[in-house]
């Protein structure tokens, strides 16, 4: 069964940092472009960042770009968030997910096949 789990997650201050850690099992997804996706209560489900299947090639979005990084390191099958200078509007349920292909540019999360559960991160002010 494949399974993609966060870990990482809680409450933090404005400024903090925090990492995000994704650990895939069931499967190699270390040809498979990786993202991480959140969702803030009452918002939809938004992108966050995402990285090819090598780990060179990457795409942020503009409200994190600068403050976050995605990684991976695929002999262990785990993608991180490196998430630093949180706001309070980074609050939100983290999700990670795996493409269907090996480099990505969605960011509506289209054409992403398994999703974690997801990791709460609150920043408070």
Partial sequence: QVQLVESGGGLVKAGDSLRLS???????????????FRQAPGKEREFVASLNWSGTGTNYAESVRGRFTISR???KNTVYLQMNSLKPEDTAVYYCAASLYS???????TYFQHWGQGTQVTVSS
Avoid: E, L, Q
């Avoid at 994704?22 to 991480?36: E, I, K, L, P």
């Avoid at 480099?103 to 999360?109: F, H, M, V």
């Fill in 73 to 75: 390191d695929r002999a």
């Fill in 22 to 36: 994704c650990a895939a099992s069931g499967r190699s997804f270390s040809g498979n472009a990786m993202g991480w």
């Fill in 103 to 109: 480099t990505t540019s969605d960011r509506s999360g």
